[in-house]
């Protein structure tokens, strides 16, 4: 059983409010992700990082902003919320050594409602 | 672009048939390969995982995968489908050491 935690699982938000997905994993791995999840498409890179004070853009543009103080907690934030934003995101995290590369541990997802 | 993709988006199948779940992928060089499931409102979780070797793969929960070189594709299979199967089925890949690409999912039904 994975030990990755998301919160919070649901949240219902107003357009421009500032918000924090919070994502914690205590397996000690180096390498977190965020995906985003919309119905009917492919999961898409949001961001990563490959360990403390390291984050990069993935392949799809977001507006949202991400940080990696600590090992084991990779928030994300959007400083001003907007319908467009309304979708699943999903914290990953993987040690990504050897043959373990691609393995990837999944939280249960932050599901976010912009109106 | 290097990518996988799964031609079906939603399959229905008895209880007790068998399944068959398609993936092709396009990639310079053979990628790491996984299959992962996705049940309502939780999180993905790896089913099996191919790097090379054995072109048969066992999984979790009964399932295997078979890597085919010649047609590009990682085809999952379950012989005998149980109620409990019913998720969303992404296949992934990964050529190398890169960042893994998911599929767009294949929905399951399972009917009585």
């Known amino acids: 059983e994975a030990d990755i935690y998301q919160t919070p699982r649901y949240l219902v938000i107003g357009t421009g409010k500032k918000i924090t997905l919070e994502c914690s994993q205590t397996m000690g791995h180096d390498k977190m992700y965020w995906y985003q999840q919309d119905p009917g498409m492919e999961l898409h890179l949001i961001h990563y990082?490959?360990?403390?004070?390291?984050?990069e853009k993935g392949d799809l543009s977001s507006e949202s902003t991400v940080s990696r103080i600590r090992t084991e907690h990779f928030p994300l934030t959007l400083e001003s919320a907007r319908p467009s934003h309304t979708s699943q995101y999903l914290c990953?995290?993987?040690?990504?050594?050897?043959?373990?590369?691609?393995?990837?541990?999944f939280g249960e997802g932050s599901r976010l409602t912009v109106l | 672009a290097q990518s996988v993709t799964q031609p079906d988006i939603h399959i229905t199948v008895s209880e007790g048939a068998s399944l068959e779940l398609r993936c092709n992928y396009s990639y310079g060089a053979t990628p790491y390969l996984f299959w992962y499931v996705q049940s309502p409102g939780q999180g993905l979780q790896l089913l099996l995982k191919y790097f090379s070797g054995d072109t048969l793969v066992q999984g979790i929960k009964g399932f295997e995968a078979e890597f085919k070189r010649s047609q590009s594709s990682f085809n999952l299979r379950k012989p005998s489908v149980h109620w409990s199967d019913a998720a969303e089925y992404f296949c992934a890949g990964a050529p190398g050491y890169q960042k893994v690409t998911f599929g767009t999912g294949t929905k399951l039904q399972v009917i009585p």
């Open positions: 990082s490959y360990g403390v004070n390291s984050t």
């Open positions: 990953a995290s993987s040690n990504g050594q050897g043959a373990n590369t691609g393995e990837l541990f």
